[in-house]
């Protein structure tokens, strides 16, 4: 009985270390030559703050040097209704380097006078929102092509239940987006990555997902994640590199939300 408490008592200091210390780089090259576009990413911030007005968090990203920064959605709560950090937390992100943005659920989640108000901040803020769209751009000779998808609120939640959910298709990504471009790299941020097959034959090379938070808990030795936020175990696309037909699917493990053995991270990619 007494170990079962002492290990009961380190589990939980751990924990607290964790959620309230700890913060991760994770780095994954595709390109090593000079030329390769370097990309922080960041997903479910939530209301977490990563010392005064998230200055650990903004430190790290500035020294990475990004070339461009992508945060695929979740940065504040659905319960959230004063974005004056939000606002902070993106006018010191857009003066590192351009941020590429695209909603979450709670966003979505947002009543709408709150919903028009968080948009309002990200314009403000100079984030390169291009909501249900693409932005091309040129980078040392080659070409991005940036799309960003809302997808649809009824894929993470339906009847204020979990159940019976949406799916979601490539009919409905490119009546939301377009078609895929023909010339250049495609990057498209989905914040869900659970469709992932549904990217890939859209035409996506890499995709940008969160909303997983790693699975909350990640299984001690392993890369498994353990529960989704739609309540099902041990979701198939937790954390890490994904390789669905010709596209990488980049998901990350986020920030925000209770986690074990899950630390929270940036994400640098070489693409």
Known sequence: ?????????CLFVYALI?????????????????????????SDLHKRKFGKNNSRL???????????IIFSGDL???????????????KVLTSIAPVYYSYGNHELDLPETLFREFNSILNECGVRFVNNGTESIDFKGRKFNITSASLKKTIYKKNNSYKNL???????????????????INLLIAHNPLFADVYSEWGADYTFSGHIHGGAVVIPFTRVGLLS???????????????????????????????????PEVAVYFI
């Open 229 to 263: 936020p739609e309540r099902r175990f041990f979701p198939k696309y937790s954390k890490g590199v994904f390789e669905v037909g010709n596209m990488k699917l980049l998901v990350s493990g986020g920030l925000g939300k209770l986690r074990l053995f899950n630390p």
């Open 76 to 90: 504040i709560t659905r319960y959230c209704s004063d974005f004056t950090s939000a606002g902070n937390f993106l």
């Open 18 to 42: 964790e959620n309230i210390f700890i913060l991760k780089i994770r780095r994954e090259v595709f390109n090593s030559d000079k030329n390769a576009l370097k990309i922080v990413h960041l």
């Open 58 to 68: 903004l430190e790290m990203v500035k020294s990475e040097c990004p070339d461009v």
């Open 1 to 9: 009985m007494k170990i079962l408490l002492f290990l009961f008592i």
């Open 166 to 184: 949406d799916g979601y298709t490539v009919e409905e990504l490119e009546n939301a987006v377009g078609k895929s471009e023909t010339g250049g």
